[in-house]
């Protein structure tokens, strides 16, 4: 490689390529060079060879950039890279550092995937960004470096003041972010640039959360139903007598399509529920009555609001629970189903009917319902709840009697 004294008249008369790029070096700096490109760019370089590698360092375009300075730079550039260093690699390194919580989050929800080996759904990452997002949210534009063990504490002890369940799912989130970005950020070296999940410091310290046991005792199911018939939306209507009656997931409810439902063959089919094998389970028949006139008028959901699906009715939950002074959740139908059912059907038609997994159950994994089985035993526990209502009526009317006398 030909080689010049460097000097600000010299370096101005190198004349420009007409296609391409070379390059010169300087007789007074090691491995200091000046890259002439056709584009009319002169840039400041440093090559050397970092582990056997050739490794080109970009200092700056002259003549904005002097000689002088690219002489002072090429030399702590030279004496980092004799020390093993890459230049390259720590500034992108640097600039790794400033990433964002938002940004690894969302890198985390593209990649991310089950232990099956299939891609979240969609529903379940809505989940995550609003946990993260509801406790979280003034830290999405921080770079990760900047979410501290403290900072972790400290937020914590102020959400749990306020839901121990949501800000315990939060964390957790957080958690799994770091954790993935320990392994997915690395420097030149090959280590992790953020070895620490200040998420680490809550060990010990989470706050428990009860498993929820509520459900509508059979004194609440009249008074329950009645309050419900008397909403005025006929969609919210359906849509929670329909969680009542079949035990559905309340999510999977929602998404329910006009497609999914055969009045002809008393069924409606779940597509990837939660346990991601769709199933095909039967429709009770006081539910199939109430969803023929709702199919005749919806578009393409069961269930349908302005634009698409609905959304939770939480309006209407809570002017059914001031009705009959009691706070309660959709959730809380699918175990009020669950409940009655056990006392009319078999172990095995119950888990089938509510889409549990067979995990660990030998015995479950080989069991095969017939759907007319299945239809018998879901029509036993609609028959139940109709009972349960019926006498809650008789019994409102006998106590009315009595104080009447």
Known sequence: MKKIKFTKTNLKALPFPETGEYSVGDKETTSLLLRVRSSGVKTFIVRRKVDKRAVTVSIGVFPDYSLEDARVEAAQVYANIAKGINPNARKRADELLKTKLQEVFDEYLRVRRRKDGKALKELTKKDYRKALEDTCSDWMDRPLVDITKERVKKRYQKGVLKSVARTNNAFRVLRAVFNFAQNEYEDGSGN????????DALKGKWHGVEPKETYLDTETIPRWYEAVKTLENPINRAYLLFLLHTGCRSTEARLLQIADVDLKKRSFTLKDPKNRRDVTLPLPTPIMELLKPIIKRSKLYIFEGDNGPISRPTKAIRKVSKVIN???SLHDLRRT????????????????LIN??????VTGNYIRMDFDELEKATNKVSNRILRIVEQGKKAKVVSFKDRAG
């Open 326 to 328: 009691h706070n309660w």
């Open 337 to 352: 189903f669950a409940t009655l059912a056990e006392r009319d059907i078999s172990a095995y038609s119950l888990k089938f």
């Open 192 to 199: 992790p640039l953020f070895p620490i999940n200040p998420v």
């Open 356 to 361: 549990h997994k067979s995990a660990g159950d």
